[in-house]
């Protein structure tokens, strides 16, 4: 099966290219609409996943254009996400609403629920859903390559500890986790571990990801309470 992803969001873009080609799917990427549509004047394509929020204007005028075109599925995947919204999109010709933020589990379902009707990825219904973590804001935790990828589409590479600091701090959705739940995280319950251990990797991971890791921005300090994550550009 052939998908065609219109998405200009790097991390997002990245998860699903992944979630889809490790159950068996083709995909092909496209981050503006005139990018999508020249692929699809050169190749066909079983399911067209469109985001609306793009570059060089709304995603509604490719999906409307499509839906006139043939009977091919169409998945909006957007942040729109108002009862008048939703409404919009399916007036516009889509076949199924994907709102954002989502489990890649989720997205999975969606495709398959879509092609079952003509051919159902080679790959066990769930077998990669496992492992899979929900993107927090425009950034993807990958699992299979312990990175992190940035919504620039750059991939960031975490040693284990990091990756799993990151994890918890991915798990709250912007929300304070404990020092001590973090450490837990870390030791995955088999011991005590150092109090410095935290720190250590907090320490770490901003030189990673901030601009400025003396000031930053995304995993920031709640005094007495612990750390939060803040996934801003």
Same mark, same amino acid.
């Given at each position: =099966?052939? /998908?065609?992803?219109?998405?200009?969001?790097?991390?997002?873009?990245?998860?699903?290219?992944?979630?889809?080609? $490790?159950?068996?799917?083709? #995909?092909?990427?496209?981050?503006?609409?005139?990018?999508?549509?020249?692929?699809?004047? #050169?190749?066909?394509?079983?399911?067209?996943?469109?985001?609306?929020?793009?570059?060089?204007?709304?995603?509604?005028?490719?999906? +409307?254009?499509?839906?006139?075109?043939?009977?091919?599925?169409?998945? /909006? =995947? #957007?942040?729109?996400?108002?009862?008048?919204?939703?409404?919009?999109?399916? &007036?516009?010709?889509? #076949?199924?609403?994907?709102?954002?933020?989502? +489990?890649?589990?989720?997205?999975? +379902?969606?495709?398959?629920?879509?092609?079952?009707?003509?051919?159902?990825?080679?790959?066990? &219904?769930?077998?990669? &859903?496992?492992?899979?973590? %929900?993107?927090?804001?425009?950034?993807?935790?990958?699992?299979?390559?312990?990175?992190?990828? =940035?919504?620039?589409?750059?991939?960031? &590479?975490?040693? %284990?500890?990091?990756?799993?600091?990151?994890?918890?701090?991915?798990?709250?959705?912007? +929300?304070? /986790?404990?020092?001590?739940?973090?450490?837990?995280?870390?030791?995955?319950?088999?011991?005590?571990?150092?109090?410095?251990?935290?720190?250590?990797?907090?320490?770490?991971?901003? $030189?990673?990801?901030?601009?400025? @890791?003396?000031? @930053?921005?995304?995993?920031?300090?709640?005094?007495?309470?612990?750390?939060?994550?803040?996934?801003? $550009?």
């Amino acid at each position: =099966m052939n /998908v065609l992803l219109v998405e200009d969001e790097g991390a997002i873009r990245y998860l699903c290219d992944t979630v889809l080609r $490790k159950n068996g799917y083709q #995909t092909t990427a496209a981050t503006t609409i005139q990018a999508a549509r020249k692929a699809l004047e #050169t190749a066909a394509f079983d399911l067209l996943i469109i985001d609306l929020n793009l570059p060089d204007g709304d995603g509604l005028q490719l999906v +409307h254009a499509e839906s006139l075109a043939g009977a091919t599925p169409i998945l /909006v =995947m #957007t942040g729109r996400n108002t009862p008048e919204q939703r409404f919009e999109g399916f &007036e516009a010709g889509a #076949t199924d609403y994907l709102i954002k933020p989502f +489990h890649p589990g989720e997205l999975l +379902h969606r495709v398959q629920g879509l092609l079952s009707g003509q051919r159902r990825a080679p790959a066990a &219904e769930g077998a990669e &859903e496992a492992d899979a973590l %929900p993107p927090f804001g425009p950034w993807v935790l990958d699992p299979s390559t312990s990175n992190l990828i =940035m919504d620039s589409g750059t991939a960031v &590479e975490l040693t %284990p500890g990091e990756f799993d600091l990151l994890k918890r701090l991915f798990a709250a959705q912007g +929300h304070v /986790v404990s020092r001590d739940s973090l450490l837990e995280a870390v030791t995955r319950g088999e011991s005590e571990g150092h109090p410095r251990t935290v720190d250590v990797l907090i320490s770490r991971l901003r $030189k990673k990801l901030e601009p400025d @890791p003396a000031n @930053p921005r995304h995993i920031i300090t709640v005094p007495r309470q612990g750390y939060r994550l803040e996934a801003t $550009k």
